[in-house]
């Protein structure tokens, strides 16, 4: 089944290096079979960003981060997108964060 779905989003991939993406999944199927799941997550996660379909998670990083004023907070903002592709969960946590920072930095 998850060589079907593979198969099946493989040719609708439009993002950039979504080929080495597609054989890296393949890899993983027959290496760790239990981490193919989660690497077709990923993949998914990054052609809806790359069509521009932003996810609630994602859209409160947008809305936090256009009242951050704390040094670094771009980059901050920036690493926070990127990790979301592959650790979703933790976003969350990353937003909590920089309100803290947020808060000490303004007083």
């Known amino acids: 089944k998850p ?3 593979l198969d099946a989003c493989a040719p609708t991939l439009s993002y950039p290096d979504c080929r080495t993406d597609c054989r890296e999944a393949e890899q993983t199927y027959v290496g760790r079979p239990w981490l193919i799941d989660e690497k077709l997550d990923m993949i998914r996660r990054k052609q809806r960003l790359h069509d521009g379909d932003r996810p609630p998670e994602l859209q409160a990083l947008d809305e936090l981060s256009r009242q951050l004023t704390y040094p670094g907070h771009e ?13 979703p969960r933790l976003l969350q946590e990353k937003l909590e964060v920089f309100r803290k920072r947020e808060s000490l930095h303004v007083g």
């Open 75 to 87: 980059k901050d903002v920036a690493e926070a997108e990127r990790s979301f592709v592959k650790y």
């Open 3 to 5: 060589l079907r779905a």
